[in-house]
């Protein structure tokens, strides 16, 4: 038997190649979430998804990295529109974390594939995405869930948006 490693199966290299574009879409929304903020002069709120965007970036150079990797071949697809006005504030960090519970569904499909198919490598990589869900999916809920007990306090608002003003990205997919 020759030392190369095995090839990745159709199913999963479509899988994953749709999972780019949902990481791709994430980015486009959030970017949109975070044009509405500006109108909204959040520019601390705006500068939080700004961030958010960028690590989504990541999350699909991730999976990009890892498909090439794996002799998989990368096929990009269409992006599709996002939404590009909100209710509130509030609203736009509840459907953020909506959208993050979304793709931990995404992310469990892939991961019961991978081990359907005994793809031990791509459940191993998988595992950071499985982990970093939390985090996301609790960041946005704890923001969101602020917004909403402010309300409309002018103050409060004030001070929460000089909060997430304070964010600033950091590439996590280069730790492993
Ligand atoms: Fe790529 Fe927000 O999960």
Known sequence: MGGGEMMISEKIEE???KQINEELYSAYLYLAMAADLEKRNLKGAANWMKVQAQEELTHAMKFFDYLNERGGRVKLMEIRQPPFEWKSVAEIFREANKHEQYITAKINELMDLAIGEKDHA???????????????EASTDEIATKFEMIGEDGRGVFMLDRELAARKF??????G
Request: glycine share 0%; net charge negative.
């Open 15 to 17: 899988a994953i190649n």
């Open 122 to 136: 791509t459940a191993n990589m998988l595992q950071w995405f499985i982990e970093e869900q939390v985090e996301e």
């Open 170 to 175: 950091v590439d996590e997919t280069e730790e």
